[in-house]
C-alpha cells in the first residue's frame, strides 16, 4: 500500500465532560469552594489527554486541541481576545475568578456583577456565552490557551491541530451593546489578535488549523461576505498558515463560491446535514483540499458505512486521495462519549443499542472508512461492513420500530384539532373570572431545587434500596413543603416542584412508547449542566397518565391554582436523539397526540392551569430563512395539537427561554397561548421590544430574575424591570415569574430570590 492511496481523517472536535462528568464535578466543587483552582485545572488536563491519546491510538490524522474549555468556546475566545465587558475590570487580577464570572455573576465581598448573555448555539441544545461589542472595543492577546493546549499536547508526543471560531462568525454571533454602530465595524481591529494567535501555532509548529466559521451556512448579506473576503486576505498576507475553513450544521449553498475563493488550503463540509454539498468536487479549485463531514456528531445512529463510503469514493474519484480529508460532520461535542459502557439491557435493550453510535463508536467508524477507501481491505474491515449493513436492513423492518396503530392515529388528524374552542379575548374573560388572579399575578417556571438528599431517594428507589411507599412518601412530604412554602410566601400560581422528575424530556420519555435512554449517555448544554437526551427509536404513543397524580396530589393541598407542568412536543423532539428514518414533523406529531391526551387527563382532574413548555421551538428553525415558513408551520401546528383539546376556562401556558423572537413572533403569536413565559432579565427586557411593535395580543410573563447566576437580585432590581416591561406592554396582560426553572439552584438562594420578586409584584401593584 503507498501513500498516495491514504487519505486522511479528521475529528472536528470531542466531548469535554468526561466519561463519567468528572468536568461537571471538578466545576462545581470548585464553585462551592471544596477543591482549589489547580485540583480543578488538574482534572481538565487529564481529560484532555484522555481524549487526544484515544484519537491517536484510533489512528485518527486530524485531531483537535482547544475544542476542550470549562464552560464554552465562545467564552474562551473572548477570553482569548481580551474582549471583556468593563464591568469586571474589578476581577481582572484572577484571571479565572474572572472567566466565570463572565459565565455565571459573582456577587460576593461587596462586588455584584451580573452574568454575560448566553443563547442557544445554531440549532443545537448547547447554550454559548455572548460576546459583547461596543464601538470603542479594543482586543488584545489577553489568554494564550490555544497555544497552551496545543504545547500541552505536542509534550505528550501528539501534534495536535488546534480549533478556533473564525474572526467573522466570532463578530456574527455576538451581539452590539450600544446603537448606531455594527459589530463588523471591529473586524480591522480584531484581526490583529487572530493574526498574533496563529503565528504562535505556527511558529510552535502548528501544520493545520481548523477555523470555524459555521455563519457560512446561513444566509449572509454583501457585506459580510465582503468582511469574510477582507478577513482571509488579511490572515494570509500575514501568517499564511495552513487553515481547514470549517461550516458545519448545513449547506453552504449561495456562499459555497465565496468559501471557494477564500485563501484557505482546505474547505469543510457537512455532507450528513447537506448531502447535496458532495457536487462541491466538480468546482473545488485544483488548490485546494476537501474535507468531507460523513460521520454524523449531531445524533447517536450508526452511519450506513455503504453510503458514506460510495460518498467518500465518489469524491476520492473526482479529487484523488491527497485532496480528500474523510471527517466527522461538526464536532462530537454534541453526542455521548462511549456507547460501550451501557450495559444495563433494562435500560437501554441490545436489540436497540445495535443501530447506535458514540463518539468513541464513531471515531471508529471514520478509521473503518479510510480503511475501505485504500482498496485494499483487510478481513476485519470487511466483517464490519456486513455487519454494519445487516443492522441497517434489521432497522428498516423492525417490529420494534414500526406501529401502524400510531400512523393510523397521525393520518386520522382534522384540521379542528389544531384550533381552541374560542378566541383568546373570549377565553381571557373566562379565565380572568374562573382564576380571580391580581395584577402582575406571581408563578414560577415549573421547578424547585433538587437537593443532592431528593436525588438520592431516586437512586435509592432506583437501586430497590426504597419501597414505592417509602419513596412516595418522601416525594409527598417534600411537595407538601414546597406547596406550603409558596402559599406562605404569597405567590399566586403555584406549581409542585417536580421532585419526583430527573430531566424535563427524560421524565416524559420514560413513560412513552418509543423511546429508550442510556444510563451514561450525557452530553454537556452549558458549563457543568450536562443532560442525558432520551433517544426516540420508533412510533411514539403515550401508554398511561403521566403527571396527573404529583398535579391532582399537589392541588388537593392548596386552594391556590396550581399548574400542571408538561414539556411540549417541539422541544422532547428537539431534545431527544431522534430516529432518522422518518420525517421529523411525523415524529413530533406522535408525541403532539401524546402530550394532548395528558393535558385533557389533567383538565378532567380539577388542574386549570396547564404549561406545555416549549423552549426548543425557536433553535429548531432552519438556518435558512427559505426552510423556516415551512418548520414553523409543522412545529406551531404541533403545539397547538397537544394544547387545543380544553375548555376556554383551562388556560395554557407556555415557557420560552434564551430566544430571539424578533423574526418569528408572528408564528410565537400562531401558537395561540394563553401566557407566554420568557427569558428577559439578562437582555434587560430588550427582548419585548418585538412583542410590543407585533401588539402580542396574548399574556406575556418577561423573567424578571436569572435564575442561571448565583445571584440573589435586590427588589428594585426587579420593581425596574417589571417598570419598563409595563411600558412596553399593557400591565393586565403582565405575569411576574423568573426567567426559567430552578431545579438547579439551591434553596437559600431560590427563597431569597423569590421573597423579592413576590415583594417587587407587590410594588409594581402600587406604583
Not at 431516586?458 to 412554602?485: F, I, S
Request: with cysteine; glycine share 4%.
Amino acid at each position: 500500500m503507498t501513500n498516495k492511496n491514504i487519505v486522511k481523517t479528521n475529528v472536528l472536535g470531542y466531548p469535554r465532560i468526561g466519561k463519567d462528568r468528572e468536568l461537571k464535578r471538578a466545576l462545581e466543587s470548585y464553585w462551592k469552594g471544596n477543591s482549589t483552582k489547580e485540583e480543578l485545572l488538574e482534572v481538565a488536563k487529564n481529560l484532555r489527554a484522555e481524549n487526544w491519546k484515544l484519537m491517536q491510538q484510533a489512528g485518527i490524522d486530524l485531531i483537535p486541541s482547544n475544542d476542550f474549555s470549562l464552560y464554552d468556546q465562545m467564552l474562551d475566545m473572548s477570553f482569548m481576545l481580551g474582549a471583556i465587558p468593563e464591568r469586571y475590570d474589578s476581577l481582572c487580577q484572577d484571571k479565572l475568578k474572572l472567566y466565570f464570572a463572565m459565565a455565571r455573576g459573582y456577587q460576593k465581598d461587596g462586588q455584584d456583577v451580573i452574568a454575560m448573555e448566553m443563547t442557544k448555539w445554531f440549532d443545537t441544545n448547547y447554550h454559548y456565552i455572548v460576546p459583547e461589542f461596543t464601538h470603542d472595543m479594543l482586543f488584545t492577546c489577553f489568554d494564550t490557551k490555544i497555544v497552551d493546549e496545543f504545547m500541552e499536547a505536542k509534550s505528550l508526543g501528539i501534534l495536535t491541530k488546534p480549533v478556533l471560531i473564525g474572526p467573522v462568525s466570532y463578530l456574527l454571533l455576538g451581539k452590539e451593546k450600544e446603537e448606531h454602530f455594527n459589530r463588523l465595524d471591529l473586524l480591522p481591529k480584531l484581526l490583529p489578535v487572530y493574526a498574533e494567535l496563529l503565528e504562535q501555532l505556527k511558529i510552535r509548529g502548528a501544520q493545520w488549523i481548523q477555523i470555524d466559521e459555521p455563519c457560512l451556512v446561513t444566509d449572509l448579506d454583501e457585506r459580510t461576505k465582503n468582511a469574510y473576503t477582507e478577513a482571509y486576505n488579511y490572515l494570509s498576507d500575514k501568517v499564511k498558515p495552513n487553515i481547514i475553513l470549517t461550516s458545519y450544521f448545513g449547506s453552504l449553498g449561495d456562499n459555497e463560491s465565496l468559501s471557494i475563493s477564500l485563501p484557505v488550503q482546505a474547505i469543510h463540509v457537512d455532507i450528513v446535514r447537506a448531502p447535496e454539498q458532495l457536487n462541491i468536487v466538480k468546482r473545488l479549485p485544483k488548490d485546494k483540499i476537501l474535507s468531507l463531514g460523513l460521520i454524523d456528531g449531531r445524533n447517536i445512529w450508526k452511519s450506513n458505512l455503504e453510503t458514506v463510503h460510495e460518498q467518500a469514493h465518489e469524491a476520492i474519484c473526482t479529487l484523488g486521495h491527497n485532496r480528500v480529508i474523510l471527517s466527522t460532520s461538526c464536532s462530537l461535542l454534541h453526542v455521548p462519549y462511549d456507547l460501550e459502557v451501557e450495559h444495563n439491557e433494562q435500560v437501554l435493550p441490545k436489540s436497540i443499542k445495535r443501530y447506535m453510535a458514540f463518539a468513541r463508536q464513531k471515531i471508529d467508524e471514520l478509521t473503518l472508512l479510510k480503511t475501505r477507501t485504500t482498496g485494499q481491505i483487510v478481513d476485519s474491515c470487511i466483517k464490519a461492513f456486513v455487519a454494519n449493513e445487516n443492522d441497517m436492513r434489521s432497522k428498516r423492518q423492525s417490529e420494534e420500530i414500526h406501529d401502524d396503530a400510531v400512523k393510523s392515529r397521525i393520518a386520522a388528524i382534522q384540521s379542528s384539532d389544531f384550533n381552541r374552542k374560542s378566541e383568546y379575548a373570549q377565553r381571557s374573560i373566562v379565565q380572568r373570572r374562573h382564576l380571580h388572579l391580581p395584577q402582575y399575578p406571581t408563578t414560577t417556571i415549573g421547578s424547585f431545587p433538587q437537593t443532592s438528599e431528593v436525588r438520592s431517594w431516586r437512586a435509592a428507589y432506583r437501586k430497590g434500596h426504597l419501597t414505592n411507599e417509602e419513596y412516595t412518601r418522601l416525594l409527598e412530604e417534600e411537595t407538601r413543603k414546597c406547596v406550603k412554602w409558596q402559599e406562605e410566601i404569597g405567590l399566586d400560581v403555584l406549581v409542585h416542584g417536580e421532585f419526583e422528575r430527573n430531566d424535563m424530556v427524560e421524565y416524559f420519555g420514560e413513560q412513552l412508547d418509543g423511546f429508550t435512554f442510556t444510563q451514561k449517555g450525557w452530553v454537556q448544554s452549558y458549563g457543568s449542566r450536562c443532560v442525558k437526551p432520551p433517544i426516540i427509536y420508533g412510533d411514539v404513543k403515550r401508554p398511561h397518565a403521566m403527571t396527573v397524580k404529583w398535579t391532582k396530589y399537589a392541588q388537593s393541598i392548596s386552594n391556590k391554582p396550581m399548574k400542571g407542568m408538561l414539556t411540549g412536543p417541539v422541544t422532547i423532539l428537539e431534545w431527544s436523539f431522534v430516529r432518522n428514518d422518518q420525517p421529523l414533523e411525523d415524529t413530533c406529531k406522535q408525541i403532539a397526540l401524546a402530550i394532548r391526551d395528558e393535558v385533557l387527563d389533567l383538565e378532567k382532574n380539577g388542574i386549570s392551569v396547564i404549561q406545555i413548555d416549549e423552549p426548543a421551538i425557536r433553535e429548531g428553525l432552519p438556518l435558512r430563512r427559505k426552510d423556516w415558513d415551512n418548520y414553523l408551520k409543522w412545529a406551531v401546528d404541533c403545539f397547538r395539537l397537544s394544547a387545543a383539546g380544553v375548555k376556554d376556562e383551562t388556560q395554557i401556558h407556555t415557557h420560552m427561554c434564551y430566544s430571539e423572537f424578533n423574526d418569528i413572533i408572528k408564528h410565537i403569536a400562531r401558537m395561540d397561548a394563553d401566557v407566554i413565559t420568557i427569558e428577559c432579565s439578562r437582555s434587560q427586557m430588550d427582548l419585548l421590544d418585538v412583542f410590543r411593535e407585533f401588539k402580542y395580543p396574548n399574556e406575556i410573563g418577561p423573567g424578571v430574575y436569572d435564575i442561571h447566576s448565583a445571584r440573589v437580585p435586590a427588589v428594585d432590581e426587579m420593581v425596574v424591570l417589571l417598570h419598563k416591561a409595563s411600558k412596553l406592554i399593557p400591565a393586565e396582560r403582565l405575569w411576574v415569574n423568573p426567567d426559567c426553572g430552578l431545579k438547579t439552584r439551591g434553596w437559600k438562594e431560590t427563597k431569597a430570590a423569590l421573597l423579592n420578586m413576590v415583594q417587587a409584584a407587590k410594588e409594581a401593584r402600587a406604583i
